[in-house]
């Protein structure tokens, strides 16, 4: 199965107060690669994505 998503981790915080936004992809294994990072007001946990009200 082939598979690629956009993951905000909550579980992780930044120094400036931010998450990390990562591109999950699952090809052979799974992996994480970091792409921005965003507070977690400006993530829309349904869709999966930035809020549009917030600039990327």
Do not use: C
Not at 12 to 23: D, T, Y
């Amino acid at each position: 199965m082939k598979e690629i998503s956009v993951v905000l981790f909550k579980s992780k915080k930044l120094s400036n107060g931010k998450h990390p936004v990562m591109l999950r992809t699952y090809f052979d294994k799974e992996r994480y690669i970091a792409i921005t990072s965003a507070h977690v007001s400006e993530w829309d946990k349904k869709n999966g994505r930035f809020k549009k009200k917030y600039q990327n």
